[in-house]
């Protein structure tokens, strides 16, 4: 059973202040690994998709990066408008739907 | 302007009564979803379709069920029998199931008392 655990369960930080976010993932064949946000009260909004170790995708201050077991969401010099839950999810080789991690919630303080 | 929408935003009723809620997608997807969110608890499936007139449970679909007569429609009712029913409910569309990103409307909070 495809499995997503993230951490940390919460994360504050000052403006500015750059840090990680991990989602470390046990699946049979890996065949995609997503990061959505969620800001409180809406559906969450696909942000990269990664399909192999050492693949890296660049959003603005958000940078994701993917190992065989594992995926960093890197935030540098974060805004207050960067607070939201983040969300990672995998898919295997089967045709499933994403298994979801129960998220970080960040927090950027001015 | 393609997407998916949810309604209505928030939704009430009464302990015993079932309630349809309503998703559509204009982005010509195969795949449609229902997920429910709790606090703590992350995304948890409902049910999922694959293509027109074809569903499969999640891992809660008890209390739960669902309709795919329209590719661009996929309703999820929670019946009476739904234990805990209040929770913030997501839609969510796919070119298919598998490795591709899933898009998600706004969501549906649903109180029941």
């Known amino acids: 059973e495809d499995q997503v655990t993230q951490s940390p369960e919460a994360l504050r930080l000052q403006e500015g202040e750059s840090s990680s976010l991990n989602c470390s993932y046990t699946v049979s064949g890996l065949r995609g690994l997503f990061w959505y946000r969620q800001d409180p009260g809406k559906g969450p909004e696909f942000l990269f998709t990664?399909?192999?170790a050492g693949e890296e995708k660049e959003k603005e201050r958000l940078k994701a990066t993917l190992t065989k077991k594992e995926s960093f969401l890197h935030i540098t010099a974060p805004k207050p408008e960067d607070s939201a839950t983040y969300l990672c999810a995998v898919t295997d080789s089967g045709n499933t739907p994403l298994v979801f991690g129960k998220g970080t919630r960040l927090s950027v303080i001015a | 302007d393609g997407g998916i929408t949810q309604s209505p935003k928030y939704l009430f009723r009464k302990e015993g009564q079932n309630v349809t809620l309503s998703c559509e997608q204009n982005l010509n997807h195969d795949a449609m979803y229902w997920y429910r969110q709790d606090p703590g608890q992350g995304l948890r499936l409902i049910y999922y379709?694959?293509?027109?007139?074809?569903?499969q449970k999640g891992d809660i679909a008890e209390g739960y069920s669902v309709s795919r007569e329209k590719k661009e429609s996929f309703p999820l009712t929670v019946t009476s029998a739904q234990k805990n029913p209040t929770a913030f409910y997501l839609c969510a569309s796919s070119i298919r199931t598998g490795s591709r990103e899933q898009y998600f409307g706004p969501g549906t909070r649903l109180t029941v008392t």
């Open positions: 379709s694959q293509i027109v007139n074809d569903f």
């Open positions: 990664l399909y192999s």
